[in-house]
Structure formats: structure tokens, C-alpha cells
């Protein structure tokens, strides 16, 4: 019996025994709810805890690895525990690790992960860098990635009032945009967003522009676009309600 307490002996025995290190016990308390918590809940835990526990975690316990993992600390812009869930952990990520990163803003994660992954990213993961102002990340996914865009990247850019990013997208690819763009500039009172874009617009969008702005409180913009383009008041207002999301031409 002298023999089993000994400290040397159970440090050897106790390696091979199923379990987790005492101080982890609340943490694996707290990820066995997981999959019943929401995104946020689940990233506080991961957040706060730290990556050195992860790292105590995955050594006694790998079935806490997690796709949802990685797709979380690419959201967060977490590249040091991204970095080493590529390195260790056996379950990877999903395109939707890319996407969310381009979508945060997080440039450093987006370039780590197209230069060491192979899940790529989606087909709209540039529409929600665009529409979320993130110009250098728009760049780089345009510069080094062909999944592509849609409309919908101008104009939710014009939505949010990214002037640099609807510039960049006109001019340098050729999905275009929609009467969308300019209404939706109008409406939120994004003058400059508006000015730009009259350039790629019909009478009739810039008439119903023109309408919303007004409606909105956006007298500047209303103004401007009446100034600037009379002939958009000589517009039959019926256009204006038979408009559909054409594709506007790209000079």
C-alpha cells in the first residue's frame, strides 16, 4: 500500500487517467454548456479565460476542439489564439472565419488565413467588408481572392456613408450598383456618397433620391441633386415607382 501513495507513482498514473487539471474544472463546466449558449457567451468564455488554459484544456480533454473555435477567434480578431487552433487544433474552421474577419475589420486574421487555410471565405464576404467601411480588407480580397461581389457592395457602402469604398469598387470592378446606392445615400444624408453617384445614375433615381432625401430631412442632399441635375424634376414620377435593381452602368 506504501507503494500506491507515492507521489512520483500517482503523477505517472494519474497522466494516463481520463480528466482535466483542477483549476480547469470550471472552465469545462462552462464548456460543456456551449453549445447551448449564443455566439457572445461563447467567446466571453474563450475571451477571458485566456489561451494558455486553452492550450492545459485541449493537452487532458481534445474534445473541446471546435470548427465554432476558430470561426469565433477570426471574428474577434484574436490571431495569436487563431494561430495556434491552425497549428493544433484537429477541427479547423469553415469559410465562415474569413468572412467574419473581413466583415470586423480584422486585416491581419483575413491575410493569415488565406495565406495558411484552405476553407477560403464566401461568396459575399467582400459585399460585408464593403458595407462595413474596410477598405484595405476590400483590397486585399480583391486583389487576392476571386470569389467576388455582388451589388450589394456599393450599395451598402452607399448606406453607410464609405465614400473611399464606393469609389474603389466603381472604378475598379464591374458589378456596379443598383438605384439603391444613391437612395440609400439620400436617405441617411451621405452628400459626398451622393454626389459621386449621380455620375452612374438615370433621371429616375436620381428623382426618387431626390424625394427621399426630402423625406428624410436631408435638405442639403435634396438640394444639391436639384441644382445639379434639374432635368431629374421633368421626370415622370411614375418611373420613379416601376424602378427595379437594375445593374448601373460602370464608366
Known amino acids: 500500500m506504501a507503494v500506491l501513495r507515492q507521489q512520483e507513482l500517482l503523477r505517472i498514473v494519474f497522466t494516463y487517467q481520463d480528466g482535466v487539471f483542477e483549476e480547469l474544472l470550471p472552465h469545462v463546466h462552462a464548456w460543456k454548456l456551449f453549445k447551448y449558449a449564443n455566439q457572445r457567451a461563447a467567446w466571453l468564455l474563450l475571451h477571458y479565460a485566456g489561451l494558455h488554459w486553452l492550450q492545459r484544456l485541449f493537452a487532458c480533454w481534445p474534445i473541446a ?7 469565433m477567434a477570426a471574428s474577434h480578431g484574436q490571431l495569436e489564439l487563431v494561430r495556434y487552433l491552425s497549428a493544433h487544433g484537429a477541427s479547423g474552421c469553415t469559410a465562415h472565419a474569413m468572412d467574419a474577419a473581413a466583415r470586423n475589420g480584422h486585416d491581419d486574421v483575413v491575410h493569415f488565413l488565406h495565406a495558411t487555410r484552405s476553407e477560403g471565405c464566401l461568396r459575399y464576404t467582400l459585399d460585408h467588408a464593403a458595407m462595413n467601411g474596410h477598405l484595405s480588407i476590400v483590397r486585399f480580397l480583391h486583389d487576392h481572392r476571386n470569389d467576388g461581389c455582388s451589388t450589394n457592395a456599393v450599395d451598402y457602402a452607399a448606406r453607410n456613408g464609405h465614400i473611399d469604398v464606393v469609389a474603389f469598387l466603381l472604378q475598379c470592378r464591374h458589378e456596379g450598383c443598383t438605384h439603391l446606392a ?5 436617405q441617411n444624408g451621405h452628400l459626398d456618397v451622393a454626389a459621386y453617384l449621380v455620375g452612374h445614375a438615370s433621371t429616375a433615381c436620381i428623382l426618387l433620391a431626390m424625394l427621399t432625401a426630402s423625406a428624410y430631412g436631408h435638405e442639403d442632399v435634396a438640394a444639391y441633386l436639384r441644382d445639379a441635375h434639374p ?3 421633368c421626370t415622370d414620377v411614375h418611373c420613379v415607382f416601376q424602378l427595379i435593381p437594375v445593374v448601373l452602368p460602370v464608366e
Open 182 to 186: 444613391l437612395k440609400f445615400a439620400a
Open 231 to 233: 432635368k431629374a424634376l
Open 65 to 71: 476542439d471546435s470548427v465554432a473555435l476558430m470561426d
